[in-house]
């Protein structure tokens, strides 16, 4: 009965974050982003009491109503994938899910924090995050794998995603391995070159301070 109830709920959720990322752009200000993630989460709150109230008219008072972070997710991704075919949506969205994990510590190490301390244990990241990779080039093509990581990277630009993605999956390998961080100057030098003087100041001013 919970997971009929969840999925009743599944359009309002689709809607919310649809309005959410309508008129999304990776260049937002920092100020805008927070105005439409505190929007998102009050509309979160008022599904999510509206669903355990029709749960708990099913159920009796005492029913305690399922966790809705998986479905949120999900509502979330599709939007953001929205631009592939549903069937490449729907099995990329279940190997996201299935990489969370993977992809959270691929995170932390690019990040230097150098989870987890075994050796042994940061190789076998390494190994994973190439499989989730391999996987998603398998299912896509070159262009939709762009997109894909464009929408889902904790890389916020797009003028300067290459370069950063190129930077974090190096580091994190290096990390992996013990070996020291080389800092940010050949990336900044490659994004200079990218951008050119007048734009990569206006980057450096605006989005890296």
């Known amino acids: 009965m919970a997971a009929d109830v969840l999925q009743a709920f ?4 689709g809607q919310a974050v ?25 509309q979160r709150r008022s599904i999510d009491e509206e ?10 008072t005492d029913a305690t109503p399922p966790p809705t972070d998986h479905q949120w997710r999900q509502a979330a991704w599709e939007q953001q994938l929205g631009f592939l075919p549903e069937e490449k949506r729907q099995k990329t969205v279940g190997l996201l899910f ?13 990040d230097g924090r150098r989870t987890p301390e075994s050796a042994e ?18 299912l ?17 630009f797009r003028a300067v995603f290459r370069e950063w993605r190129a930077h974090d999956e190096s580091l994190a390998r290096l990390y992996a391995t013990g070996q020291p961080d080389p800092g940010n100057d050949l990336v900044f030098a490659k994004i200079r ?3 050119g003087d007048k734009r990569y100041e206006e980057y450096r001013s605006t989005w890296w301070k």
């Open 10 to 13: 599944a359009a309002q959720r």
């Open 51 to 60: 669903m355990t109230g029709a749960l708990r008219e099913l159920l009796g």
């Open 193 to 195: 070159e990218a951008l």
């Open 140 to 156: 896509l093509t070159p262009e939709e794998y762009l997109q894909v990581e464009l929408a889902m990277s904790w890389t916020e």
């Open 18 to 42: 649809a309005a959410r990322f309508r008129d999304f752009n990776y260049w937002r200000t920092d100020e805008q982003e927070r105005q439409a993630r505190e929007q998102l989460e009050v």
């Open 121 to 138: 244990e940061r190789q076998h990241v390494l190994a994973a995050y190439d499989v989730r990779r391999q996987e998603m080039t398998a």
């Open 98 to 110: 299935q990489n969370v994990e993977v992809d959270d510590r691929i995170r932390a190490l690019a």
